[in-house]
């Protein structure tokens, strides 16, 4: 097998285990960062296929709002959908927020130089999503005109498609090719801190090392000969 074989076979928490000292904070620290990082982009997924919902929501009033002589009603259904919407891509938006602080957590407690280098080529796309977000913390502010951010758009309070929101003229991907962003990005970051931490365990305990690969192989030919005398 070779090692990069081996150490995708492996659980990330066992080889931190072994590359972070077990007596610092560094370990608890990564440990804590990648759960929030996972439960975050699970939370992210799930405000995705709202977003997408909401959004049919809203065309599908407008059209019925369009379509009749204006009642009460038509109005109404339009204000929920919109109110809804707006509510999931805020929180869309703090998913954004965590996991960005999560992957940085773990990219300065593990001093690892090639996790910074996964998370660097997407330093651009989340200082953009981190701009909305504080947009959108104080969009009261520039509703009574006391934002400290001179807006592009000024009239622009929100407004978005299937795929887009904008505010101030500023806009964000808020559907799936968004999300594959964010995904990737912690994917990326995840990828860089298993590889990494295989070469340090690889250099400075090759005993270690050479025991995890046995362990490696030993279940696979396990899980083979499992298979082969299983009845179909």
Same mark, same amino acid.
């Given at each position: 097998?070779?090692?990069?074989?081996?150490?995708?076979?492996?659980?990330?928490?066992?080889?931190?285990?072994?590359?972070?000292?077990?007596?610092?904070?560094?370990?608890?620290?990564?440990?804590?960062?990648?759960?929030?990082?996972?439960?975050?982009?699970?939370?992210?997924?799930?405000?995705?296929?709202?977003?997408?919902?909401?959004?049919?929501?809203?065309?599908?009033?407008?059209?019925?709002?369009?379509?009749?002589?204006?009642?009460?009603?038509?109005?109404?259904?339009?204000?929920?959908?919109?109110?809804?919407?707006?509510?999931?891509?805020?929180?869309?938006?703090?998913?954004? *927020?965590?996991?960005?602080? @999560?992957? /940085?957590?773990?990219?300065? =407690?593990?001093?690892?130089?090639?996790?910074? !280098?996964?998370? +660097?080529?997407?330093?651009?796309?989340?200082?953009?999503?981190?701009?909305?977000?504080?947009?959108?913390?104080?969009?009261?502010?520039?509703?009574?005109?006391?934002?400290?951010?001179?807006?592009?758009?000024?009239?622009?309070?929100?407004?978005?498609?299937?795929?887009?929101?904008?505010?101030?003229?500023?806009?964000?991907?808020?559907?799936?090719?968004?999300?594959?962003?964010?995904?990737?990005?912690?994917?990326?970051?995840?990828?860089?801190?298993?590889?990494? *931490?295989?070469?340090?365990? @690889?250099? /400075?305990?090759?005993?270690? =090392?050479?025991?995890?690969?046995?362990?490696? !192989?030993?279940? +696979?030919?396990?899980?083979?000969?499992?298979?082969?005398?299983?009845?179909?």
């Amino acid at each position: 097998m070779t090692p990069a074989q081996v150490f995708r076979a492996l659980e990330t928490d066992t080889l931190l285990s072994y590359a972070l000292p077990r007596q610092g904070p560094a370990l608890l620290r990564v440990r804590a960062a990648r759960h929030l990082a996972e439960s975050y982009l699970h939370a992210a997924s799930v405000q995705v296929r709202r977003i997408e919902q909401g959004g049919r929501r809203v065309d599908h009033a407008v059209a019925r709002r369009q379509a009749t002589a204006p009642r009460v009603g038509r109005h109404s259904d339009w204000s929920r959908a919109f109110v809804a919407m707006n509510a999931d891509i805020h929180f869309y938006l703090i998913c954004w *927020a965590q996991i960005h602080d @999560s992957l /940085s957590a773990i990219r300065d =407690a593990t001093g690892f130089r090639p996790v910074k !280098q996964a998370l +660097r080529p997407f330093r651009l796309i989340f200082e953009r999503y981190q701009h909305m977000r504080d947009l959108l913390e104080h969009r009261v502010d520039y509703l009574t005109g006391r934002g400290k951010r001179t807006l592009r758009t000024p009239q622009d309070f929100g407004n978005f498609s299937r795929t887009h929101f904008t505010f101030g003229g500023d806009v964000i991907d808020i559907g799936r090719a968004g999300f594959r962003d964010l995904r990737t990005a912690v994917q990326r970051v995840e990828s860089a801190l298993k590889a990494h *931490a295989w070469e340090v365990i @690889s250099r /400075s305990q090759p005993d270690v =090392a050479d025991r995890l690969a046995f362990q490696v !192989q030993r279940d +696979r030919a396990i899980e083979k000969m499992r298979r082969q005398w299983t009845p179909e």
